[in-house]
């Protein structure tokens, strides 16, 4: 079946503008998480989402941004007033239920702020 | 929260050696402990998983070790091959809620020479 998908793929913007990044999870897949990475780095987690709610937002760095989640389906992920230093790839996964299995990755949005 | 280290950053064999790659964690409570290898441009992919009730786990080429005790494990492949050229990650998961919230070490790159 179809993976999870991510839109754009690319995305660059200005400095100071708002961009919003796109998840379609695997079908049925309750759990959804973003991750950040970048540049030779690690993955960051950001926030994961239970159905529709979002029980850990504590990754997100600051208040410009934002996720959220609709139909149990495809979530966004908005950078508001986006700075330089939000330039990476973002990386949304998901899996089917609970905890303990296997996340899976979505090809990444690569965000570059001039 | 949990912290994973990673080690080594790099590290290369020659085709056919067997190559190591240890982390460990911090928080005594994680229970899952996958491994992801990404190639370049591409995103993470499952390899193998290991959960705390299990010390070791094998498939094919591939082995992952856990010691709860000293909250470590290790990822171990024979036989390399130039397609194994990725990096590495491995992860904990922290519990909490349903949905597991994965840490993520930093990363090792893996060159296979010829």
């Known amino acids: 079946g179809a993976g999870v998908s991510q839109s754009p793929s690319n995305k660059v913007t200005e400095k100071g503008k708002d961009v919003e990044l796109r998840c379609d999870p695997i079908?049925?897949?309750?759990?959804l998480y973003w991750y950040r990475q970048s540049l030779g780095q690690g993955l960051e987690f950001l926030i994961y989402?239970?159905?529709?709610?979002?029980?850990?937002k504590s990754g997100l760095p600051s208040d410009r941004f934002s996720a959220e989640r609709t139909g149990g389906s495809v979530s966004t992920l908005t950078i508001q007033r986006t700075q330089q230093e939000d330039s990476a790839v973002y990386l949304c996964?998901?899996?089917?239920?609970?905890?303990?299995?296997?996340?899976?990755f979505g090809p990444g949005t690569r965000l570059t702020v001039t | 929260g949990e912290n994973v280290e990673q080690h080594p950053s790099t590290l290369s064999v020659q085709e056919g050696d067997s190559a190591v790659i240890k982390c460990t964690y911090s928080d005594s409570a994680s229970n899952y402990f996958p491994w992801y290898k990404q190639e370049l441009g591409k995103r993470p992919q499952l390899i193998i998983d290991i959960r705390s009730n299990v010390g070791e786990k094998k498939d094919q080429r591939i082995a992952v070790t856990l010691n709860k005790t000293a909250k470590h494990f290790s990822l171990h492949i024979t036989e390399t091959q130039p397609e194994d050229s990725a990096v590495y990650f491995c992860a904990a998961s922290e519990k909490g809620g349903t949905a597991s919230k994965l840490t993520f070490g930093t990363g090792t790159r893996l060159q296979v020479t010829l």
């Open positions: 996964a998901s899996s089917p239920q609970l905890a303990n299995y296997e996340q899976y």
């Open positions: 989402f239970q159905g529709n709610s979002a029980p850990d």
């Open positions: 079908s049925g897949h309750t759990a």
